[in-house]
């Protein structure tokens, strides 16, 4: 049974930084492109950041709101994903998911999330 | 970037009732197109992908079609559990993986 646990979310004030977690099991992580999304209270789903497997490059993209301030990350050898927040924004507030990004040979897909874990920016 | 903009944004419906909502692309994305559903305090979970198919273990209620840039999602007789909020994703041109910004069904 593939698990995606999230952990590290918490309060922080504008301008601090938090590092996000995920650990994976149940499937071959090291082969797995991964991703967070974000949703903020009460609103939709924003794609954060992805980052291929080592096989496929381990090309990392974020998007544009958080580019420069954070980094999504891998080490294969934990199974586990982290994702770096850095000058947070109170607009970063956001319940923070951890997914597997699959490919269904028209576009990639997210599969397996985890629950979740919420990160509140506010002073 | 593309832009997804799905209708309606909510919609209230009866059990038994047949729905459709749809998204439409700010251009063309093929076939690139997922859809979505999301119960309050879940994650999201993927129910069409590829704009048609089925993923493994969604009811056979659930459907989806369309390419270019409008897509629909049908739910041919809507079950107490589907009352949700049902997003659209496009992967054609990635990254940004852009979401639609949801449709919350609700019971009538």
């Known amino acids: 049974e593939v698990q995606l646990v999230e952990s590290g979310g918490g309060l922080v004030k504008p301008g601090g930084s938090l590092r996000l977690s995920c650990a994976a099991s149940?499937?071959?992580?090291?082969?797995?492109?991964m991703s967070w999304v974000r949703q903020a209270p009460g609103k939709g789903l924003e794609w954060v950041g992805r980052i291929k497997s080592r096989t496929d490059g381990g090309t990392i993209d974020h998007a544009a709101p958080v580019n420069g301030r954070f980094t999504i990350s891998r080490d294969d050898s934990k199974s586990t994903l982290y994702l770096q927040m850095n000058s947070l924004k109170t607009e970063d507030t956001a319940l923070y998911y951890c997914t597997t990004l699959k490919s269904s040979g028209k576009g990639y897909y997210f599969d397996d999330w985890g629950r979740g874990t919420l990160v509140t920016v506010s002073s | 970037d593309i832009q997804m903009t799905q209708s309606p944004s909510s919609l209230s419906a009866s059990v038994g009732d047949r729905v459709t909502i749809t998204c439409r692309a700010s251009?063309?994305?093929?076939?690139?197109l997922n859809w979505y559903q999301q119960k309050p305090g879940k994650a999201p979970n993927l129910l069409i992908y590829?704009?048609?198919s089925l993923q493994s273990g969604v009811p056979s209620r659930f459907s989806g079609s369309g390419s270019g840039t409008d897509f629909t999602l049908t739910i041919s007789s809507l079950q107490p559990e589907d009352f949700a909020t049902y997003y659209c994703q496009q992967s054609y041109s990635t990254p940004p993986y852009t979401f639609g910004q949801g449709t919350k069904l609700e019971i009538k």
């Open positions: 251009q063309s994305i093929s076939s690139y």
């Open positions: 149940g499937f071959t992580f090291s082969n797995t492109w």
């Open positions: 590829a704009a048609s």
